[in-house]
């Protein structure tokens, strides 16, 4: 199993609702991310979970809050979003992080939209 | 520091025809390269990767890329467009040892196949 599974396909949120992203992959990689990708934009870095802890936030707000239950699974929590936060949210996973030669797996992402 | 350079936003080709996309990059490091493929509303995949082997590096879907320190290149090269590679092309530099989660995008270049 080479895929990185994102859930949901698409969402549409208010901006006063609670919801979550789920990302899950069964490569036995140690290392899984965040990205942000708006339209016509490279992905922006947003979190990285290494070993299950999170290594880095690269200062997004709080209303985003990341999540990682076992090295499987990697969860992001969305409350009181913007409609500035609409964009396609990549999950990716790689083999450990720190190695020179580090490859991504992402996976399809989700289409986030604010109303 | 590091940063990537794609000199074009847009690229159209004729199907049959070769694909020559371009980008120049700037690192501190021996840097990891790496070339990936968005189709549209899909995640992002690994075309190849250049990690201090051979200068001249073959990906899937007969793309291939030459490394060229002298010039801080990477340009990604097919000999016959096929429809299917119509899609959204990024260049990404990675750091070394520590750093190395840190991969920096392009802005993308897209490819339009004319058939």
């Known amino acids: 199993d080479t895929e990185v599974t994102q859930t949901p396909k698409h969402l549409v949120m208010g901006m006063t609702n609670k919801k979550s992203l789920k990302c899950e992959q069964h490569?036995?990689?140690?290392?899984m991310y965040w990205y942000k990708q708006k339209a016509k934009k490279p992905p922006e870095l947003m979190f990285v979970y290494s070993y299950e802890k999170l290594s880095i936030n690269e200062s997004v707000p709080s209303r985003f809050s990341p999540e990682c239950p076992n090295s499987s699974l990697l969860n992001l929590h969305l409350h009181a979003l913007q409609p500035e936060d609409s964009a396609l949210y990549l999950c990716?996973?790689?083999?450990?992080?720190?190695?020179?030669?580090?490859?991504?797996?992402f996976g399809s992402g989700t289409q986030l939209s604010v109303l | 520091a590091q940063s990537v350079t794609q000199l074009d936003s847009h690229v159209s080709v004729s199907e049959g025809t070769p694909v020559l996309l371009r980008c120049n990059y700037s690192?501190?490091?021996?840097?990891?390269l790496f070339w990936y493929v968005q189709h549209p509303n899909k995640g992002l995949q690994l075309l190849l990767k250049y990690t201090s082997a051979a200068t001249l590096v073959k990906g899937i879907n007969g793309f291939e890329a030459e490394f060229k320190k002298s010039e801080t290149s990477f340009h990604l090269t097919k000999p016959s467009a096929h429809m299917s590679d119509a899609a959204e092309y990024f260049c990404?530099?990675?750091?070394?040892?520590?750093?190395?989660?840190?991969?920096?995008f392009g802005k993308g270049t897209k490819l339009s196949v004319i058939p």
């Open positions: 990404v530099v990675s750091g070394s040892g520590a750093g190395s989660y840190q991969l920096t």
């Open positions: 990716a996973s790689s083999p450990q992080r720190g190695t020179v030669s580090e490859k991504l797996f």
């Open positions: 690192s501190s490091y021996s840097p990891s």
């Open positions: 490569m036995g990689h140690r290392a």
